[in-house]
C-alpha cells in the first residue's frame, strides 16, 4: 500500500501502557505490526489503530519521524518511549502498521508540523497544543507539565497530552483592547517547598469598571489526582494610578538569580506622565519578593518621592523578559512606537529614556524628538527600525542546539509574524539577523524548559509549536 505524503502523530497522545498485571511476552522480531500494536498500544489507543484515523496527527511527517516518536517518545504528550522495549525490526513493523491504518481510511486528516530551512541548521516546528483563542503567556510546572494563558481569561495545563482548564482564576479581569489575562510563572519556595501560579492581567478599578490597571496575583499550586487549580489569590501589586486606556499593559514576569521577581509595566499610552516620574508605577520595572514585598536593596526604597518596587525606569512597553542562564543579567524588550522597537540588559536604578530619547517616531509619522541619546539615559542593546512589533524574548541555551546557536536571541514579531533569531559577539553586540518561520502569524511568546526545548505561542493560529533542530 502507498502511504499518504504527509503522516503525523497525533497530538493529543494519551501514552502507551507498558505495564500490565502479567509480564509481556518476548514479541519476536518478525512478529507483524498488529500483533505488536495489540500488545504495546491498543490499551490506549484503542483496537485496530482507532486514533490514528479519528484524530489530526502532528508530530512528523515522514516514515522515519513515526519510528522516531515510537522509539524516543514525548514526555510532554504523554508518549512514553520505546527504545529499550523493541528493537529496529519490531519499531520499523508497527511504524508500518500505523501508517497504513491511518492510509486505509478517508477520514484521515492530516495536519503536518513545519519545517525550516535556516542557514545553518533544519527545524521542525510540531504543533503542541492547537485550538486556543489568543496564548498570551507560557511557563513550565516542575514536573515539566505546559501552563498557557489566553487573553480572553483561561489559563490551560497540558500534561501527558490532555489539556486542562485551571480553576481558580481573577474575576476582575478586563478583556477589552490589549488587556486581558496575560502572563504567567511558576515558582517553588526553596524554603518550604511549597509552589505558585503568578499572574498578570488588567485588572479593574474595583469602584469604576472603565479604569483598570496592570495587577499581579498568585495562587497555590493544587494538584490532587488529575483535578489542577489555584488556591484563594493573593494580589501582590497593581501598578497604579488605574487608567482609561486598555493599551500598554507590559506585564512580563520572570525570577532572576537573586530570588526576586521582576514585573515589566507599559506606560498605559501616558507617555508624557507616567515613564519620567518615579511617583507612578506605569511605564517601569519592579522588583519584588516573591510574597510581594519591597527588597530593601531596591534603587528608590528609601527615596520618600519615588515608589519603592521599581528596578528601572523609562520604558514604554516591555513584552519581553528573560533572565540571562549564565550571568544573570535581566533582559527585556519593549515595543517602540514607529520604529524603535529596543532589547535592553536591565541595570539598577537606570532609565532607559523613553520618551526624551528614542529612534521612533508617532505612527502618524510625525517626530517625538529628535534625540536618540541624552546623558543620564541608557542606549538599547539593540533597536529595530523599522518595528517588528517585539513580543516574547529568550535565549537559546544549552539543550539540543547546536553550538553555531548557543546564546542566540529569539524575539517575536506581531507585526511581520515571524520569529527572529539574533546572533550576538562577546560584547552582546548583535552581529547576525535572521527571520525564521515568516508568516506562521502573531508570535506572542516565546519559553525554554529544563531540558532547553524551545517552545513559541503564536496568536491567531490559536496553537503553540516546539521547535526540534534536526541535527545532520
Not at 503525523?8 to 505495564?19: D, F, N, R, W
Not at 494580589?235 to 514585573?263: C, N, V, W
Not at 542562564?325 to 536591565?346: A, C, R, S
Not at 537606570?350 to 541619546?373: E, H, K, L, V
Amino acid at each position: 500500500m502507498r502511504y499518504p505524503v504527509v503522516l503525523l502523530i497525533p497530538a493529543l497522545v494519551i501514552g502507551v501502557s507498558l505495564y500490565s498485571t502479567a509480564t509481556p511476552q518476548t514479541v519476536d522480531p518478525s512478529e507483524k505490526g498488529e500483533a505488536l500494536y495489540a500488545q504495546w498500544c491498543q490499551d490506549c489507543h484503542g483496537t485496530s489503530g482507532r486514533d490514528f484515523i479519528e484524530r489530526s496527527w502532528k508530530l512528523g511527517s515522514r516514515e522515519e519521524d513515526i519510528a522516531r516518536v515510537i522509539r524516543e517518545g514525548h514526555e510532554l504528550l504523554g508518549m512514553p518511549a520505546y527504545n529499550e522495549t523493541l528493537n529496529k525490526a519490531e519499531v520499523d513493523s508497527l511504524t508500518r502498521y500505523v501508517l497504513d491504518r491511518a492510509a486505509s481510511e478517508k477520514r484521515f486528516q492530516p495536519a503536518g508540523p513545519r519545517f525550516e530551512s535556516t542557514s545553518d541548521l533544519e527545524i521542525r516546528a510540531d504543533v503542541i497544543v492547537d485550538g486556543l483563542e489568543t496564548p498570551w503567556g507560557m511557563d513550565f510546572t516542575s514536573s515539566g507539565a505546559l501552563l498557557i494563558t489566553e487573553r480572553e481569561g483561561r489559563l490551560w495545563h497540558l500534561k501527558n497530552g490532555v489539556k486542562q482548564a485551571i480553576t481558580g482564576l481573577p474575576n476582575d479581569i478586563v478583556v477589552q483592547g490589549q488587556g486581558g489575562l496575560l502572563d504567567v510563572a511558576f515558582w517553588e519556595d526553596p524554603a518550604t517547598d511549597s509552589s505558585w501560579v503568578y499572574l498578570t492581567y488588567s485588572r479593574q478599578h474595583p469602584e469604576n469598571k472603565s479604569f483598570s490597571a496592570t495587577g499581579l496575583v498568585r495562587g497555590a499550586w493544587q494538584e490532587t489526582g488529575d483535578t489542577v487549580s489555584l488556591g484563594p489569590l493573593e494580589t501582590l501589586f497593581i501598578a497604579t494610578p488605574y487608567e482609561k486606556t486598555h493599551h500598554h499593559y507590559g506585564s512580563r514576569i520572570a525570577f532572576g538569580q537573586d530570588g526576586m521577581l521582576y514585573l515589566t509595566c507599559g506606560e498605559r499610552g501616558k507617555r508624557d506622565i507616567h515613564p519620567q516620574t518615579l511617583t507612578t508605577r506605569p511605564g517601569k520595572v519592579h522588583r519584588l519578593h516573591p510574597d510581594g514585598t519591597i527588597p530593601t536593596d531596591n534603587p528608590f526604597a528609601n527615596q520618600s518621592d519615588a515608589e519603592a518596587s521599581i528596578w528601572t525606569w523609562g520604558h514604554r512597553n516591555p513584552q519581553g523578559l528573560f533572565v540571562h542562564p549564565l550571568t544573570g543579567e535581566v533582559w527585556t524588550h519593549e515595543h517602540g512606537p514607529k520604529g524603535g522597537d529596543e532589547i535592553n540588559i536591565l541595570k539598577k536604578g537606570a532609565n532607559y529614556g523613553w520618551p526624551t530619547i528614542t529612534f521612533g517616531r508617532n505612527y502618524s509619522g510625525t517626530i517625538i524628538t529628535r534625540d536618540t541619546a541624552k546623558t543620564g539615559l541608557e542606549q538599547p542593546l539593540y533597536y529595530w527600525l523599522p518595528s517588528i512589533g517585539a513580543c516574547g524574548l529568550d535565549m537559546v541555551h544549552e539543550g539540543p542546539w547546536p553550538d553555531s546557536w548557543q546564546g542566540d536571541l529569539l524575539a517575536g514579531s506581531l507585526s511581520f509574524e515571524y520569529l527572529e533569531r539574533l546572533s550576538l559577539n562577546a560584547d552582546d553586540e548583535v552581529i547576525h539577523r535572521e527571520r525564521l518561520l515568516e508568516d506562521i502569524g502573531r508570535v506572542r511568546d516565546i519559553a525554554r524548559n529544563a531540558s532547553s526545548d524551545i517552545f513559541v505561542a503564536i496568536e491567531g493560529a490559536g496553537v503553540v509549536y516546539q521547535l526540534v533542530p534536526l541535527q545532520p
